[in-house]
DNA sequence: AATGAATGAGATTTCATTCAT
DNA sequence: GATGAATGAAATCTCATTCAT
């Protein structure tokens, strides 16, 4: 990826998290980018490519940043804690790609289908760490697949907070909460 | 609300939440409605004012839902529970609203703030039943705000599961599982 | 076909035939028929559909104009002299629709290709004329199909012949000599 | 004209031919000949200075073709013939270089008023054969001029049967049916 | 001689909104 | 109350041309 294609890429996250696919224009993304409208097209096919484009090279980036660090640790549960950590402090550092792939999930056309084939994939991902963390028996033994989900909610949710309150002092704290949370539920034990 | 008017409105909350708020034309929602295009112009001032009327209708629903069923109760942990059963279920009942707003919820248009805002009060609502359930000792003490959010979270995991996966068929069984993990967490206690 | 789809239609020839179909925009012909570029989307759902509907109408128009003229005659070769006189004066007076027909139907597009096989569908249709001209012995016996060619290669020679010499004056004249000249050759009979 | 410009000079009429001047592109143009589209510039000045070159060119072989063969007979009527006969199976040979001349001939643009008076130019010259074999009283006595057109529209009529019409087996045969046609006509005498 | 990244003017198309009926 | 033809601003996309290498 080159100097013009990198600047195109980003711009196009920025953009896409602030107006939506259909909101954000091919104007607005080589205005951000400083390259005329043709150098898009000279780059990128259409504006949908753009889009498959920052999912493929973004779901990329996490895995390897997933897979770069639990591959350090031998416990599970620490790979696990590891993966969750990880995941949530990419809300804050990569809040833009977040908010194009919350944004975009939900409707029916491809590049949405696509997309949640994506995240699906991820999810599935995810699952396979938990189920080695039942097998081990550090985490109750379910359905692993739901289990998934619900992970993947606390991303939601953080990234819902993130985006509610600015509040960025405190991310070491807020994630530390958030783990808890989650291994560990907010009911009371008796 | 009279029939032209609420089949319109339905007919809004179906196409806004298949392609989004700018993907949606007027012409799609006239169409599923079937009416000609002048009539949503007669019921509504423009194409924001009928994304404003669903929010507003939508949160105003939930909101009344979840006040029936918990004044029924006067055990704040049962409060609680039907607190999240019944959003957890409204996922599925009015899934199309949910996709609206997830989808709305991460720009900086006007209308966007003002949807953001609207959630944010939902959330403090379901807060402050969580503080009770602090007070009763039945939650773990902690920050509210954000456990509220975790709480949000799980709803959020909940729609994109039941987007990604069409099974209809345990829905009680997906929810209690749910509150399950919410409440007592995914780790297993040593 | 109301007024303004009528005059977006001959507006259209006009263009089409002055500029060819990648060279006419949307904007001339808009501008030709007095409307907004918006109204032509309004009738016709894209630049090639308005290129179909262009075909559709002349070559019906055609084929009426014909028939209607041969049905009151009912010796054959009356009926071919007719055939040919009418097609003869058409290339003047839809001088347009000729140049649009005869300019579009060399390339590998499909609406090209579509009204290659419209103009085929003709060629056959005066095909059918020389057969029964042959039947009774007053065309000489041979490849109908190619002679029919050839009598639309006289149409082309004449469309060719007006668009270079601006001669109108002496119309019915000129088309009693192509006539001639298709019936009974340029060479001199020994 | 060295091996890269022969390269450009005929994938442009192959391009030409296929998508017309407006619907070729450069980018076609360059791909077809295997060289960039910067090269391209490097030869020729600009796309209407490579349409220019084409049709000069063209119009150049054809008229050496004929003159060439013309100029071994003495006989005015064999001279027609052979005249005929070339110009048919140029067809077929140079039938891209046919389509270009066809689909460019109709328009406004100052290229395409060149190239009505290349062919005018071209039409005249067989005109002169016409008015020897007049004069040798060997044709029929007439408005030479328009029956020179009339050639021409043969031509016409045999590009555009074999552009409908694929069978490239009995190519003689066609030819000389087509010769019969225009000097005897289509008529049966009595 | 040849390249190909970059451009920007201009093309096709979309769509929220208006308005006369 | 309801309609749908018409609009025009703005969107996506195309492509001949330029220019530094």
């Known amino acids: 990826m080159n100097d013009t294609k990198k600047s195109i890429f980003e711009s196009a996250i920025k953009?896409?998290?602030k107006c939506g696919y259909n909101g954000a224009t091919m104007d607005a993304i080589?205005?951000?980018a400083g390259v005329a409208k043709g150098t898009l097209y000279y780059h990128?096919?259409?504006k949908e490519e753009i889009f498959n484009f920052i999912v493929r090279e973004g779901m990329e980036l996490i895995k390897n940043s997933i897979e770069d660090?639990?591959?350090e640790k031998d416990n599970i549960l620490c790979k696990i804690k590891v993966?969750?950590?990880i995941q949530l402090s990419l809300v804050y550092e990569s809040r833009d790609f977040f908010k194009v792939v919350m944004s975009q999930i939900w409707g029916e056309e491809?590049?949405?289908l696509e997309l949640r084939a994506a995240i699906n994939k991820h999810i599935c991902y995810t699952q396979s760490y938990l189920e080695e963390g039942m097998d081990k028996g550090v985490i109750k033994r379910g359905d692993s697949y739901?289990?998934?989900y619900t992970l993947f909610g606390t991303i939601c949710s953080t990234a819902v907070y993130e985006l509610i309150n600015d509040d960025k002092g405190s991310l070491d704290q807020l994630?530390?909460?958030q783990l808890k949370y989650i291994l560990e539920g907010i009911q009371e034990r008796k």
Do not use: D, N, P, T
Request: hydrophobic share 50%.
């Open 83 to 85: 993966l969750c950590r």
């Open 175 to 177: 994630i530390e909460r």
């Open 146 to 148: 739901l289990m998934a």
């Open 44 to 46: 990128f096919k259409s």
């Open 69 to 71: 660090v639990a591959s």
């Open 15 to 17: 953009i896409f998290s």
């Open 30 to 32: 080589a205005s951000e």
């Open 110 to 112: 491809l590049r949405q």
